[in-house]
């Protein structure tokens, strides 16, 4: 079981940039290199809908059409850390984001039922 807390949430102004982190940590100490992490986000009153993908094996991404060109995803294997970097931040990106984790290498996904381990959650409120 991958245990993964996130940080990085706030209160931004539109056009802001804000940077999240997901540390991952595994009680048996399984290394985390072979991981699949994404991101995703819930609005109050709408599903969680995928964000971004990285997979461990060879780092390919993937982004939802609405943050392509804004959010890059990137992981640090040292610090077993995963970030997502905003920026031309939108009211319309307001939501609880949330890390997620899958031990499969090869998975591309940005459907959460491919999700097993997730984070609390971090809230973004972009707004004037």
């Known amino acids: 079981q991958v245990h993964l807390v996130e940080s990085g949430g706030g209160l931004v102004q539109p056009g802001g940039s804000l940077r999240l982190s997901c540390v991952a940590s595994e009680a048996s100490g399984f290394t985390l290199d072979y991981y699949t992490y994404a991101w995703f986000r819930q609005a109050p009153g709408k599903e969680r809908e995928g964000v971004s993908c990285?997979?461990?094996?060879?780092?390919?991404?993937s982004y939802a059409d609405s943050v392509k060109g804004r959010f890059t995803i990137s992981k640090d294997n040292a610090k077993n850390t995963v970030y997502l970097q905003m920026n031309s931040l939108e009211p319309e990106d307001t939501g609880f984001y949330f890390c997620?984790?899958?031990?499969?290498?090869?998975?591309?996904?940005?459907?959460?039922?491919?999700?097993?381990?997730w984070g609390q959650g971090t809230q973004v409120t972009v707004s004037s």
């Open positions: 990285i997979s461990a094996s060879d780092g390919w991404t």
């Open positions: 997620a984790a899958a031990p499969h290498a090869e998975l591309v996904s940005l459907n959460p039922v491919d999700f097993h381990n």
